[in-house]
């Protein structure tokens, strides 16, 4: 699969905006981008290993709530930073 990785985390890809990734579950891809570039862990992922609450996922246009959701080959998962307003 895809993962569209957002220009403010590209400096901890080496400035790679799109990574291909084989995996099962949207958690496990962002588990092997993670072991492929170290730096982004403490930006996306909290202690426990959740999610950071500022970011949202997108599978294939569709928003992804949990990390358990699978995944295909040829599916594209966009790592969207939530805006707040007020």
Known sequence: MKIR???MLQQY???IETADIKGKTVGECLNILVKEFPDIKSRIFDESGQLL???????NNRNVSGLASPVKDDDELLILVAIDGG
């Not at 609450?53 to 599978?59: A, G, Q, R």
């Open 13 to 15: 890809t080496r400035g």
């Open 53 to 59: 609450k500022h970011f949202n996922l997108y599978l």
């Open 5 to 7: 990785i957002p220009y």
